[in-house]
């Protein structure tokens, strides 16, 4: 993907919630963004902020179609620890135990992989080598190009939150894409709204410091989308 510059922060932004796999509520996303499109007028931009796959049914769909962009506006993807379980996967199949326990079955499922080899001893390795030659080359290279937070106005986008105590631009990967407790339970003013997903909720949850938009889409079948602005912040129905 291109690299995506905005420097308006007239510029409102989309945000979209852990997708997991659902690729039938990304493209009614898609839609619903088109709608507002339609009644609010162009100067926007879509973030999507991590977790695309495992659990859900359609990994690969989604990521296929997220390769090309297919929102009506400039877009930016962000990095969720389950891209990261995948990357480590393929770096170190020995670690396919953890990615199985946490949704990694029906990635590999999605892409054609044979999950009746995924039986240690050495099971992990044979499935690794069959997900590198299944995974398309536009598909790595979405993969290799997703950022870890985005900063825009009054908003900070990131998978998971950030750490408490740390300024913004100085957080690790680590915190952006996997922290909960020390962050969930802070009330720290950032400077920022910490805008993120990671941890489901049943409702999108909004406080004075961050936004929630994680609502489970994999299980649920609601996946959130926010229309940001420097005015506030409006839910999308989709």
Same mark, same amino acid.
């Given at each position: ?14 945000? @979209? ?15 619903? @963004? ?17 977790? *695309?796959?495992?659990?859900? =049914?359609?990994?690969? &769909? ?9 929102? =009506?506006?400039? #877009? @930016? ?32 499922? !999605? *892409? ?11 099971? #992990? ?10 995974? =398309? ?13 985005? !900063? ?33 339970? !802070?009330?720290?003013?950032? &400077?920022? @709204?910490?805008?993120? &997903?990671?941890? =489901? ?31 506030? #912040? ?5």
């Amino acid at each position: 993907m291109e690299d995506v510059q905005i420097t308006d922060e007239n510029t409102r932004v989309f945000a @979209i919630g852990d997708i997991h796999g659902r690729l039938d509520l990304l493209n009614r996303a898609v839609a619903a @963004i088109e709608r507002d499109i339609e009644q609010y007028g162009p100067g926007a931009l879509t973030v999507t902020l991590g977790d *695309y796959i495992d659990r859900g =049914p359609d990994s690969r &769909g989604v990521i296929e179609r997220l390769c090309a962009n297919p929102f =009506p506006t400039p #877009y @930016i993807a962000l990095k969720g620890n389950h891209e990261t379980l995948l990357e480590t996967f393929l770096a170190e199949p020995e670690s396919g135990l953890q990615w199985r326990q946490l949704g990694g079955p029906e990635t590999l499922r !999605s *892409y054609g992989v044979r999950l009746s080899r995924l039986k240690p001893p050495g099971g #992990y390795e044979a499935v690794a080598r069959e997900l590198r030659a299944a995974l =398309p080359p536009a598909h790595v290279d979405f993969l290799k190009s997703l950022k870890t937070s985005f !900063s825009h106005g009054k908003y900070f986008l990131c998978h998971a939150g950030v750490r408490p105590g740390v300024p913004l631009d100085r957080q690790t990967e680590d915190d952006l894409l996997w922290i909960r407790g020390e962050f969930l339970n !802070s009330d720290t003013d950032y &400077g920022k @709204i910490v805008v993120h &997903g990671h941890t =489901p909720v049943v409702q999108p949850e909004v406080l004075h410091n961050r936004m929630n938009i994680d609502t489970g889409a994999f299980a649920t079948g609601k996946l959130t989308c926010v229309a940001l602005d420097k005015a506030g #912040y409006r839910f999308l129905t989709i």
